[in-house]
């Protein structure tokens, strides 16, 4: 006999950190410009219960080049924005645009 079970919507735990719509317009954003480029290759969106992470890929099987992560700051009172290139961390910030700059910085550097 066929067994059907209901998943109960009070039990499943919403995410508590994500991406809204205005910051992963940014983070396209600036993906798109380094595809355009052929600098970056795929990208990845993982939620999980402490914080959202955007993960930037020159090819999709290997590790990420960087990592855009969101989590909530001291006590939950603000996000913070941490930009990671491997396990070396490039910046903080309270805001993502500021945390993004990295990338403008990264691109001066390479091109001079």
């Not at 052929?38 to 914080?51: T, V």
């Not at 999709?60 to 396990?87: M, S």
Request: proline share 3%.
């Amino acid at each position: 006999m066929t067994s059907v079970y209901y998943l109960d919507k009070k039990h499943s735990k919403p995410f508590s950190v994500t991406f809204d719509r205005k910051e992963l317009g940014m983070l396209l954003s600036i993906y798109s410009q380094r595809v355009a480029r052929g600098e970056w290759r795929d990208y990845a969106i993982d939620l999980l219960d402490d914080c959202a992470v955007f993960s930037i890929f020159r090819h999709a099987h290997e590790t990420p080049l960087f990592a855009i992560i969101k989590a909530k700051g001291h006590k939950n009172r603000y996000d913070e924005f941490t930009v990671f290139n491997g396990q070396k961390r490039l910046t903080k910030s309270r805001n993502l645009p500021e945390a993004l700059a990295v990338f403008d910085k990264q691109s001066h550097k390479l091109n001079h």
